[in-house]
């Protein structure tokens, strides 16, 4: 997902939240010795369940910031206590800078119809209304009159591709069609944010991959702020700018698809990401080595937001290093042994000339290898160890 449109500049700054479940809940937070029980310690000694755990992030303008885990992870609940949908028991929570804890309900409500549209993954549409009328129903409780809010309605429902259908009713409509609706309705109130709760779990592999296109594309359209709730790793890795990792409440790792595929943070996150084809996540950036004196004049030129995948086609088609080049200026070169490397999870971090002995010499894996070299990215996570090589030489 392109990062085009991100900035540094945080929507919501959310700061040690938690939500606990259960009688007296706010003991837990306050109670360090309480707050470090496993789940089923601290069900057992008190009764209640920390759905979300000490939880700090920001999610930067522009981005798709991405909440995954497993089922029960604490996700929904995270998501929900932006905008107080489910209240936090401690922390804090700020959009643009306003405390989202402070608000009155006026001030909530206005937060959660204007500024962060959710899309829920049942559709909640109005059965008896017409597509058009579903959609410009946000639109009607603002108090916006007949004509604007059937124009506005009428753009959005072209923009996710409903043009034509604007007179059905839901019950005519396929469940991916719905799904479209949902999501022009968030659409049309223009939010600063859009939540999405898991909101394609529910449609068949094709539809979905359909409506993740659609949100792609939007986003790189019109760069709106998205948080995205889902427990698929492959819808998380395509759409997502950032990712949380959930887990127990926690979020265990925090990061670019690329970070947390080429650096998992601990044995969790490299056990989650184990089977994702690394060539399509990682870039010529993570898999380049310095230029050796003379390279950088020829082969062919790559951006550094290349995946490793289309590095190995241009490697392969010329048959010598590829250059990765930004603004006219090289930035390292990739050759076959660095994005064999970057495939078989054990790229090494040996400069320029050094580099082929030490792959060749340990017939393709380096036994002690490291991440290799890469700009420095916010709230990177470096692991200790690689992860192990998800194939043998053999297999790649
Ligand atoms: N109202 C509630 N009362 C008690 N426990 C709750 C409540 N809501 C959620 N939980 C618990 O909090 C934990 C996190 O739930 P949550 O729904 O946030 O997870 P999730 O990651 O969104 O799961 P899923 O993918 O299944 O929707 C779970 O253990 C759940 O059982």
Not at 134 to 155: D, P, S, T
Not at 199 to 217: G, H, K, N, T, Y
Not at 333 to 340: A, S, T, Y
């Amino acid at each position: 997902m392109s990062t085009a449109t991100a900035t540094q500049t945080p929507v919501f700054s959310v700061s040690g939240l938690w939500k606990v479940f259960g009688p007296k809940p706010e003991r837990i937070p306050a109670d360090p010795e309480l707050g470090a029980l496993d789940p089923a310690d601290l069900r057992a000694r008190t009764g209640c369940t920390a759905a979300v755990r000490d939880v700090s992030f920001d999610v930067r303008k522009g981005e798709v910031f991405v909440v995954m885990g497993l089922s029960g992870s604490g996700k929904s609940t995270l998501v929900r206590c932006l905008t107080r949908l489910i209240e936090p028991t401690a922390g804090t929570i700020a959009i643009d800078g306003e405390d989202v804890r402070a608000m009155d309900k006026a001030r909530l409500r206005e937060l959660r119809r204007h500024r962060a549209a959710m899309v829920f993954q049942h559709f909640g549409l109005l059965p008896h209304r017409s597509v058009i009328d579903n959609v410009a129903y946000g639109l009607e409780i603002q108090g916006i009159g007949k004509a604007e809010r059937r124009e506005r309605a009428a753009e959005v429902v072209d923009k996710v591709g409903l043009a034509g259908m604007e007179h059905r009713r839901p019950a005519q409509l396929s469940g991916g069609q719905r799904q479209r609706v949902g999501l022009a309705r968030a659409l049309a109130v223009d939010p600063e944010v859009l939540l999405f709760d898991e909101p394609f779990s529910a449609l068949d592999p094709l539809i979905r991959r359909d409506m993740q296109d659609e949100v792609a594309r939007l986003h790189r359209e019109e760069g709106r702020t998205m948080v995205f709730i889902t427990h698929d790793l492959t819808e998380a890795l395509k759409l997502g700018d950032r990712i949380a990792l959930m887990r127990d409440g926690k979020v265990v790792q925090l990061g670019t698809p690329e970070e947390i595929v080429g650096s998992p943070a601990d044995d969790y996150v490299r056990e989650f990401v184990r089977d994702v084809p690394r060539e399509q996540v990682m870039t010529a950036r993570t898999a380049m080595r310095p230029a050796a004196p003379g390279e950088a004049a020829e082969g062919p030129a790559i951006a550094p937001e290349a995946t490793v995948s289309e590095a190995i086609e241009a490697v392969a088609r010329s048959g010598e290093p590829a250059r990765v080049m930004a603004e006219g200026k090289c930035l390292g070169v990739v050759d076959h042994e660095r994005l064999l490397g970057v495939v078989a999870g054990v790229a090494a971090d040996t400069p320029a000339a050094d580099t082929t002995d030490a792959v060749v010499a340990a017939g393709g894996r380096t036994a002690e290898a490291t991440p290799v070299p890469q700009p420095a990215a916010p709230g990177k996570h470096r692991q200790a160890t690689p992860p192990a090589p998800r194939t043998s030489p053999e297999d790649v």
